[in-house]
């Protein structure tokens, strides 16, 4: 394959340190110009230098000797990116009795394309894996009664890197340290960007293994049995979900930014070694959740009379909440203002988490359970009936259904977040005296967070919401055309959203001097359940068909749909849904 790579890289006269036509000054000499508009030499950063040697080739394309964007052009070569996709199947039949049937799809593919279209930078490594397995076992354990049994999994995993290694970047630099404790020799790159112009910057894909890794099981077993105007079907279907990832932040090897804030120009301020900001992240947390869920259910198809046929279901579900295998869940309690953690999960609070900001106690001592921080809701009855019935003869039939279908997926809560991982601020160089130069990309000592990120509060007894599903049609045939009018409608009952449980009430009043419930905190998202929908429509049809093989159908639609807020989702007026 033939990848076109475009960028922009800057002037040869400016990797010299030449200015001319820029206006620079000298931040060290009470802003006065540069002779000539020229850095001298020895004024050149070496890690500057470096720098612009292994990731910024000369201007090929376009008037070199203006800067524009893009100045760079190249092609790069490489293999295809190859999807192999296998699948197997398999059924055997012991007896009439018995038989079992088998199916395995095994899928790979890869996206290896160049990480940044600045030459220095290689392919990406991105290998997505997919596993799907399905297997039945069928029991005629009578001429009225038959049982099946299902097990499966789907698994997903999408790894990946860039081609660079952190450690050896830096030190083909001449950096060492400065890095937040504990990073690991991972593929990573120091990124340096330009506020103000256009050059290039240094970026890869972050380093990240497993890469939203999912493996969910379900197994069900149902029983069928038919006895006399009874159709009736009961089983258990079980489930368990899986998930890890782990995503190291863009800024594990650090990130600097450089302006006009020194030198008057951006790339003049990278060549004497003065960053406008500096930013380092600590290494991300392995994440690793799992979830089960129950569902029970019943349904009997009964054949009332010859043209009237009632079917009638009740499901139970259960949808336990989210457990993290290493305890490090989070939540805001926004009765107590405290954030709650599992037990025994304090020793895993991150160092940084400033004191006395906000108190930190373990679930049994806020009264939350102890894995999950919030409880499950074991309210999920769904009901379901269906009628069949013509009531003047073949000709006309009417239809009506009712159901209530929960979802499935449970909340989750804050993982892997604060107070377990709370990132450094991002370092700001003093002006006119700054105090930050390379090699240094981090401060040696600096000031931890006065304030984080709190996590989001949920309501302790969250529930899952529900939708209600209902139609009813009249169906009838006349001078060969079938006509139809159906109603249907269908809503959703409590919808999961969130608001700024901080925000102050709308007013006149200064935001500064508002009140708010905690005047200390910023803001604080709170899940918890009463948003909803509702749609209602009427559909009116006829169809016909001719024994030539002509047809026609018409068909005509009236509906309605009104929703305030969809799952997740946050009104800009906390007080005021609408």
């Not at 060549?271 to 690793?288: D, H, V, Y």
Request: cysteine-free; proline content about 8%.
């Amino acid at each position: 394959m033939l990848d076109n790579r475009n960028s922009t890289v800057l002037l040869e006269r400016w990797r010299n340190g030449n200015f001319a036509t820029e206006n620079i000054r000298d931040p060290f000499n009470n802003n006065a110009p540069f002779a000539s508009g020229v850095i001298p030499a020895s004024r050149i950063s070496p890690v500057a230098q470096k720098f612009q040697e292994r990731f910024y080739p000369l201007p090929n394309f376009g008037n070199t000797a203006i800067f524009g964007n893009p100045n760079y052009r190249t092609q790069s070569t490489r293999a295809f990116d190859p999807n192999t996709y296998w699948t197997m199947r398999f059924g055997h039949r012991f007896s009439q009795k018995h038989f079992v049937f088998g199916r395995y799809i095994w899928n790979r593919s890869h996206s290896r394309g160049y990480d940044n279209s600045l030459p220095a930078f290689g392919q990406r490594w991105q290998t997505r894996d997919t596993r799907g397995v399905n297997t039945s076992y069928t029991a005629t354990i009578s001429s009225t009664m038959v049982n099946e049994a299902r097990w499966g999994y789907a698994w997903n995993d999408n790894p990946r890197h860039g081609p660079l290694m952190g450690q050896e970047v830096l030190r083909s630099l001449g950096i060492a340290g400065d890095l937040a404790p504990g990073v690991p020799d991972l593929p990573g790159v120091l990124q340096v960007a330009f506020t103000g112009l256009a050059i290039t910057a240094t970026s890869q894909t972050p380093w990240r293994h497993p890469g939203f890794l999912n493996f969910a099981q379900q197994f069900q077993d149902q029983l069928s049995w038919f006895h006399g105007k009874h159709n009736i079907k009961m089983g258990v279907l079980g489930g368990r979900t899986l998930y890890q990832d782990q995503n190291m932040p863009a800024a594990l090897f650090g990130n600097l930014n450089f302006s006009t804030r020194y030198s008057n120009h951006a790339y003049a301020d990278f060549l004497l070694g003065i960053p406008t900001s500096a930013q380092r992240a600590a290494p991300a947390l392995f994440q690793e959740r799992t979830r089960w869920d129950w569902n029970f259910f019943v349904t009997d198809e009964w054949k009332v009379r010859p043209n009237l046929t009632l079917n009638l279901g009740l499901r139970y579900e259960i949808h336990p909440p989210w457990e993290e295998s290493t305890g490090r869940q989070s939540m805001f309690d926004v009765a107590t203002g405290r954030i709650v953690i599992p037990n025994g999960a304090t020793s895993l609070v991150s160092p940084l988490m400033p004191r006395g900001y906000v108190e930190i106690v373990e679930a049994s001592a806020a009264g939350f359970p102890d894995k999950t921080l919030i409880r499950a809701d074991r309210n999920n009855f769904a009901p379901r009936i269906g009628l069949d019935w013509r009531p003047l003869g073949n000709n006309t039939v009417i239809r009506a259904g009712f159901g209530i279908f929960s979802d499935v997926v449970p909340r989750q809560v804050n993982a892997g977040g604060s107070p377990f991982v709370v990132d450094e601020p991002t370092f700001t160089n003093e002006l006119p005296n700054p105090t930050l130069f390379l090699p240094r990309i981090f401060p040696n000592s600096v000031a931890g967070p006065a304030t984080v990120t709190l996590p989001a509060g949920n309501r302790l007894d969250l529930r899952d919401p529900y939708s209600m599903q209902y139609n009813f049609t009249i169906e009838h045939q006349r001078w060969a055309t079938g006509f139809r009018a159906s109603y249907i409608g269908t809503n959703t009952r409590q919808g999961q959203w969130g608001y700024n449980y901080n925000q102050p009430l709308p007013s006149t009043t200064p935001f500064v001097d508002n009140a708010r419930p905690f005047p200390r905190y910023p803001g604080i998202t709170y899940q918890t359940n009463g948003a909803g929908h509702q749609y209602h429509s009427l559909t009116l049809e006829a169809e016909r068909r001719w024994t030539n093989g002509l047809a026609y159908q018409a068909s005509w639609v009236w509906a309605r749909d009104i929703g305030d807020l969809e799952r997740g989702e946050s009104p800009e007026n906390a007080f005021d849904r609408a």
